[in-house]
């Protein structure tokens, strides 16, 4: 069976779908792989590494697609690619089922199977293949380097015999995947961490990290099924707005992860909060790209209010492109094994499978 991947655009873009080690996976489980020449070399990953996999190279990337079976992206092509495209293909990536609606409907309707990996269900069977929990690990990480490096002035507690510098504070909004790994890395350099979400269950990975969780009185649990956040009340958010106003007089550091699937996210350091924090603090903001979480964010500008930083990047995981493309690979890698009968060489489009049914866009 033929499985390819095309180029990215690379300014927008720097991680590939399948990376060397993933290519050797593809071909002993059996596929012939394709790829377009130069495909991981802003990466290191020259082709002559892949060639010596058994790979094979095409300049060609119509030729790439139209020969193929099984096409892996990391996001949906752009429309004179998706032309390349026709009845019978299978194209599986993070396609951004919510946005992309309307152009992964006329996809459809050309008979071509659809995987959007973002839509996979939070199930045990899943976790091997989840996107978002590989990649949000790591701009919850990213996002602490980057805040930090901004922010200036030392983060862990300082003794010298010229007196004591104290530990920076950090705010972490929203403790999802995102928000657990940043908890994590300002723990471990030094900093005190304090974090909220809207999701109750969120209170004790929270603490078993160190962090303090800002508890709002008489919580209610916005929690999914699926276990993302979900839409607030109008009282909540009152509440949380006068505990966050509070916190940040004494907060240097704000990473926001906060995300409602499908939805913008929601606007959670308002205008008035920032007179509360101190200038020279710093808020990084991974809901930038969509509209972010304070009201000043701006995607990849360094905004300044009240002698505060905010920053907010479209990809932050452009700036950990190899570690992100490796896990992104080996997510999709298991996926494919999922839909792949290796016995009668073809995909197995089984809508019994929960995995299949939730990611195939219908």
Do not use: W
Request: glycine letters at 6%; one cysteine or more; a negative charge.
């Amino acid at each position: 069976m033929n499985l390819a991947s095309i180029s990215e655009n690379l300014d927008i873009e720097k991680r590939i779908a399948i990376t060397p080690e993933i290519a050797k996976k593809y071909i002993s489980l059996g596929f012939n792989l394709t790829l377009p020449n130069d495909y991981g070399t802003h990466l290191g990953f020259n082709d002559e590494v892949y060639k010596n996999l058994g790979v094979n190279f095409l300049d060609n990337e119509e030729k790439i697609v139209k020969n193929s079976e099984v096409v892996i992206q990391i996001g949906l092509p752009v429309k004179e690619k998706l032309s390349f495209f026709k009845e019978n293909h299978t194209l599986v990536g993070s396609l951004n089922a919510f946005v992309n609606k309307e152009i992964l409907e006329n996809l459809k309707l050309k008979k071509i199977n659809i995987f959007s990996l973002e839509l996979l269900p939070r199930i045990t069977r899943a976790q091997s293949m989840d996107i978002l929990s590989s990649q949000a690990n790591l701009a919850g990480y990213k996002a602490v380097v980057e805040a930090f490096q901004v922010y200036e002035r030392a983060i862990p507690m300082m003794m010298t015999a010229a007196g004591t510098i104290p530990a920076a504070k950090v705010l972490i909004v929203g403790a999802g995947v995102a928000g657990l790994q940043a908890i994590a890395t300002a723990k471990r350099m030094g900093a005190i961490v304090f974090a909220t979400d809207v999701r109750m269950a969120s209170k004790e990975q929270v603490e078993s990290l160190g962090g303090k969780f800002l508890t709002i009185e008489g919580s209610e649990n916005l929690e999914t099924e699926g276990g993302y956040a979900k839409e607030a009340s109008d009282e909540f958010k009152k509440k949380q707005e006068e505990l966050l106003s509070e916190t940040l007089k004494k907060i240097d550091i704000i990473i926001c992860t906060a995300l409602i699937p499908g939805r913008e996210a929601p606007k959670i350091i308002k205008e008035e909060m920032f007179k509360n924090l101190q200038p020279g603090s710093v808020i990084y903001d991974l809901a930038a790209v969509q509209g972010g979480n304070t009201v000043f964010t701006e995607v990849d500008k360094i905004v300044e209010k009240n002698g505060v930083k905010i920053l907010g990047e479209a990809n932050i995981l452009n700036k950990l492109p190899i570690s992100a493309s490796n896990l992104y690979a080996k997510n999709v890698f298991n996926f494919i094994s999922n839909l792949y009968d290796e016995e009668n060489k073809k995909l197995n489009i089984n809508l019994e499978d929960e995995i299949i049914e939730k990611t195939l866009i219908k």
